[in-house]
């Protein structure tokens, strides 16, 4: 007896969520021309509406989802590329203009060595040492390799 009003009762259940998941849409539109849908029919001009449902495909919504995040990984390695790529770019241009003033530098350097007659460094006292003509030879030099090593 048990058996049998447990089976009726499972078999009651499933004959309802059946009713539930095949249920029947209705479409009308009222006197002002709004469209309504409903899951029962309301008035004389009720339009019922075919609902096709399928069972999820558990693969192709994985491969899907699997595609969508390789997609984006793809998109963060391609902003990041970029980024570091817009770095590298600031970087040379900074070291560029740096190389740019220190020629600048080294030629003018150069140019007051030509030009002068007498040249000086300031000792630790603060007073000026003259060169000899060997030190301005060196200092000379020394600007020259400047030159080669920035403006080249």
Known sequence: ???????????????????????????????????????????QEVERVAINSASTNNSSVRASIDARRAREDA????????????????????????????CEESRNRMQSYLQARRLYKEGDDGEREYLDENQILDARDQAQDDIQAYCN
């Open 1 to 43: 007896m048990i058996r049998k009003t447990v089976l009726m009762f499972m078999t009651a259940a499933l004959a309802f969520s059946a009713t539930a998941v095949a249920g029947e849409i209705y479409k009308w539109t009222d006197d002002e021309g709004n469209v309504h849908y409903e899951d029962r029919p309301v008035g």
């Open 75 to 102: 998109r963060a390695d391609a902003r990041s590329q970029r980024e570091q790529d817009q770095q590298r770019a600031a970087e040379a241009e900074q070291l560029a203009a740096e190389r740019a003033e220190k």
